[in-house]
């Protein structure tokens, strides 16, 4: 389990490193927390013959209130620190309480927000919450700066948007409206292990108590985070009730996922699991909306 | 009156040097020159190999040497046979033993083709990308049912067909006792073992000093005595040229036994015929298909009972998978066999298995060593039983526990020592009810219970009962010394791996030479100190080794007393050794050290009476006539949520009787570290193969054990049954935390799920298995 040789670089600016993936293209790899990358190379999965190592750009660090009264977070900042983060927990309270559940506190220490969305685990949480919430993600590179709504970055298993030049810098997270609630859960074999499947939702009611807006995404079940459109219609101008949100829970767990199975569970197993989990997180968005 | 160590509730004298990372591992051997090994291992379960071109990877930079089985000369032979069959009458036995590198044909993922030697582990791994292997691929053999179906492709085609063994035991008459029950229960059982996963994978260091011509090995062993004999025997050397040293092991759980393993009898060659030292270190990827595991057996059982729940008899017929090859005899089926029997008192028995080769990792023994399968399959049908019958199911085992004044209490079978199963001793109610009254049984079963299902709760309890044969023989010895210093130093042939040797051993020796127990240095596993011994196997380090460790520290106390008489010119038995010294029982201040008196004892010049031994020194060797047979019962609530089907085990109980106890907190922490590993069996760990022969869960993120956050607080108790056959009256404890635990725990989850009325007749039960059976799939 010892990778194949490979050149390091350790920049500590962005725009050294945006020149070395400019010169290196498809050959190199930028490497965040290398909780994914590392063990992946030492099983020569991966071959990258340059690592660009972003572990000493310390500008890519940090939380910040955002003007429109959301959140905005560098993509080196550590799950530890987002865990911790008071802005976090007050503005984007549905990552604040699925930071617990990204494997485990020695892992979070090194773990970071933006190296989990460019990874793209199918089964990782961050990218799942993120496109429940609406957020964003800005790229960089030498030809200039995007920004990418979290749903259309991820095209596939371990796959993104993202060109071999670009940078993923900071991820936006938008406020929450008025009368919002939001809950997350998951079902793991052990405490921190990938998830069977993990479901967000989010739900924003109107002044009758009718959903305005609902969000709700599965992870695991896919090549990515997966949207419930279908489920989220179902609710979508109506009464949130126990029927409603059951009614919901099924669709999702038919028409809006197709999973696979695995040695851990079948295609089968996995559909009742998000249909037990839409339920539960969407009830508990509900009656947090409501409170 | 000095303290009594024998006992005592100590800390362990290895501590500090392990939490300091002081402790010397295989890996942490670096010498001058040293070279680097990597293995290039079959990716087929099964192929033909056509050829191999190596020619690329010599030309890599960096690369010394490669070998394929070719090269390897007259030195290319199958391993021994560890352990021959036991003398059952009718018995089959096909030996086939693994061989250094795989030659015309490979028989499992991840058995070794080529050895890439090179100045490190990085160039050596790149090389392995440079060689080609060409192979024709051959059916599989992977399923243990399958496999015996005629047509079958065959792991080994001079055996004729699949079947490794097959062994006939029986005790009375079974079909007459069935003829004559009110009821008889038969159910089919799966029940599949996994892999050790021990911390630290296998390494071997091996150096050859050419001018002195003599050999040195470092390996994580647990039998380094076997080891030296064995490599010296295949190298043509005297076993005075070779040294081998098991130094500190990350745990050792019966794989570290399988001997010998293919690059343990590589990496010696190799450092002779290069003359240069070279090193060997398991990585985890290795460690899933090339370390040895357990595997998966098939029981079709019955059990015979009258209508108030009395045993009659038992029938068992079961297959069990033995992978490629043999090496290690029957001793995991062996013992499923002759554990199935547990605490109870059967008067008729048939018990028929048959052992299979498949085209997978060799099956050998890991903690437990196919005790728990049999174990599974008892508990089982006395719950059927229990609940057919309509009787509580710890009534229905005390019922049929065999009375304290049956023992020995002879099974009538071969046990794996080849020596009828005959339990020494054994007083299991006791253990029963302080399991039953420290999990609360009564008060959870008629209150806790009902309360918590009104509440939408599925909690659910689990009590089952079990016996472990440990300690078995053939010998341990031991030499003990008092130094000058008054410090003693002991050495004796076992390995350690874990198991607290350090300190236990020297507990026994501080009491019986009246000095402090850190006082007292062990030396295990190297066998420049001691010559002769067999392992750290079977639950008998204690046992055995302990045995002979008291007999050897008695004689120097014996020595000690004769000389400090002499000396002092009081009669021996007004003498005693207390605090380092002996002294004058009632006078304590007319005393002499006993670093003085071993001074005395090994005079420079003058003469010695004829017939006296210089030193204060002992050598002994103990073997007990058969192994001795420990006890218990553990007992767990566990919580399933019925909708996610996970499962969390929210108490645990064990009461455990391993005959007197040396010390109560290395025994807790051998349970608390089996009854990990049994959870880990019981619902997370499992070893899956595809229909082509590849692991599927060939790392940690698939192959899941348990972490601290699944391991519930265990609660541990003591009964102290003493086993007549040995001077201190102990039995093993290293397994029986492991045992049970699956039967515990699916028993507590169809308790759990009692509403849902299911049947759980097997392990590991995943939350999949469990989605499975709830939804009648």
Known sequence: MKPPAFKYYAPTTVEEALALLAEHGYDAKPLAGGQSLIPTMNFRLAAPAVLVDLNRISDLSYIRAADDGGVRVGAMTRHARVERDALISARAPLVHETMPHIAHPQIRNRGTYGGSLAHADPAAELPAVTVALGGKVLARSQRGERWIPAEEFFIGLFTTVLEPDELLVEVALPPLPARTGWAFDEVARRHGDFALVGAAGVITLDDRGRCADVRLVFMGVGEGPVVAREAMNILKGEEPGEEAIRAAAEKASQADIDPIGDVHASADFRRHLAKVLARRVLTKAVERAQS | ?777
Request: glycine content about 8%.
């Open chain 2, 1 to 777: 009156m000095a303290v009594r160590y024998f006992g005592a509730k100590i800390k362990r004298n290895e501590d500090p040097t392990l939490l300091t990372g002081r402790a010397l591992f295989t890996d942490d051997v670096d010498l001058p020159g040293m070279l680097h090994v990597a293995f290039l291992r079959s990716d087929y379960a099964h192929a033909r190999i056509r050829s191999i071109d190596v020619s690329q990877a010599l030309k890599r930079p960096g690369v010394v040497a490669v070998y394929t089985a070719e090269d390897l000369g007259d030195y290319w032979r199958p391993g021994p046979l560890l352990v021959p069959p036991p003398p059952v009458e009718g018995i089959v036995f096909n030996q086939r033993t693994q061989v250094p590198l795989a030659k015309d044909k490979v028989r499992f993922v991840g058995e070794p083709v080529v050895m890439v030697v090179a100045e490190s582990r990085y160039i050596a791994e790149d090389a392995l990308e440079d060689i080609f292997v060409d192979y024709e691929p051959l059916e599989p053999v992977v399923d243990i049912e399958k496999a015996l179906e005629p047509g079958a492709p065959l792991v080994h085609e001079d055996v004729g067909s699949n079947v490794a063994a097959h062994v006939v035991q029986r005790k009375g008459d079974y079909e007459a006792a069935k003829a004559e029950a009110d009821v008889v229960i038969s159910r089919r059982f799966f029940y599949d073992h996994g892999l050790a996963a021990a911390m630290e994978n296998r390494g071997y260091v091996a150096h050859w000093d050419p001018k002195a011509q003599f050999l040195t090995i470092w390996d994580t062993t647990q039998a380094p005595v076997v080891i030296r004999n064995g490599i010296a025997a295949m190298l043509g050397l005297s076993e005075s040229q070779v040294r081998v040293i098991a130094p500190f092991i990350g745990g050792g759980f019966g794989p570290k036994i399988m001997m010998f393993y293919q690059e343990e009898v590589l990496i010696p060659w190799v450092a002779m015929q290069l003359n240069r030292p070279v090193k060997w270190i398991e990585d985890r990827r290795e460690n899933f298909v090339a370390t040895t595991q357990e595997r998966y057996q098939i029981h079709k059982a019955e059990i015979a009972l009258t209508k108030d729940g009395r045993i009659l008899g038992v029938k068992d017929v079961f297959l069990h998978d033995t992978g490629a090859y043999d090496p290690y005899g029957l001793t995991v089926p062996i013992n499923s066999q002759c554990t199935l029997l547990g605490p109870y008192d059967i008067p008729n028995y048939y018990s028929e298995f048959t052992a299979v080769f498949t085209n997978k990792t060799i099956v050998t023994p890991y903690r437990g060593a196919g005790r728990q399968h049999g174990v599974f399959v008892m508990e089982r049908l006395l719950d059927i039983a229990a609940k057919e019958l309509g009787i509580d199911r710890t009534e229905i085992r005390r019922k049929n526990f065999i009375p304290p004044d049956k023992f020995p209490y002879n099974n009538e079978i071969i046990y794996q020592d080849f020596a009828p199963l005959v339990y020494d001793s054994g007083n299991y109610e006791p253990a029963l009810d302080k399991a039953l009254e420290l999990i609360g049984y009564e008060k959870f079963i008629k209150e806790e219970q009902p309360k918590l299902r009104a509440q939408g709760k599925h909690v659910g309890i689990g009590v089952v009962c079990y016996v472990e044969g440990t300690g078995i023989g053939p010998y341990e010895g031991a030499r003990v010394r008092v130094e000058a210093s008054g410090k003693v130093s002991v050495a004796t042939g076992v390995g350690t791996q874990g198991q607290g040797h350090f300190t236990s051993f020297a507990q026994i020796v501080a009491d019986q030479l009246g000095v402090d127990v850190r006082d007292v240095h062990i030396v295990t596993g190297d066998t420049a100190q001691f010559h002769w011994g067999t392992g750290t196997f079977a639950s008998r380090g204690a046992v055995v080794a302990g045995s002979a460790i008291y007999e050897a520290a008695k004689k120097v106390r014996e020595k000690a007393l004769k000389l400090a008489s002499e000396i002092l010119e009081v009669a021996e038995e007004d003498l005693e050794l207390v605090d380092g010294y002996v002294r004058v029982k009632g006078a304590p201040e007319a005393k002499i050290s006993l670093g003085e008196l071993a001074v005395r004892s090994n005079p420079l010049r003058g003469a010695v009476k004829p017939g006296t031994e210089p030193g204060l020194e002992a050598t002994m060797y103990f073997g007990p006539e058969r192994g001795a047979t420990a006890s218990g019962t553990h007992a767990c609530i566990v919580e399933v949520d019925p909708e996610t089907c996970m499962a969390k085990i929210l108490k645990y109980v064990v009461v455990h009787d391993c005959g007197k106890v040396i010390n109560p907190l290395i025994v807790e922490g051998q349970i608390h570290g089996g009854v990990a590993q049994g959870i880990g069996n019981a619902f997370y760990e499992q070893i899956v193969y595809n229909e082509d022969g590849q692991l599927l869960t060939a790392s940690f993120m698939d192959y899941l054990i348990p972490t601290a956050m699944e391991v519930p607080p265990i609660v541990t108790d003591h009964v102290e049954t003493p086993s007549p056959l040995n001077p201190l009256g102990t039995k093993g404890a290293g397994e029986a935390g492991a045992i049970p635990t699956a039967a515990a725990f699916v028993q507590a989850v169809e308790d759990a799920l009692s509403d849902y009325n299911i049947e759980i007749l097997e392990a590991p039960l995943s939350p999949n298995r469990l989605y499975e059976l709830l939804h009648k799939k």
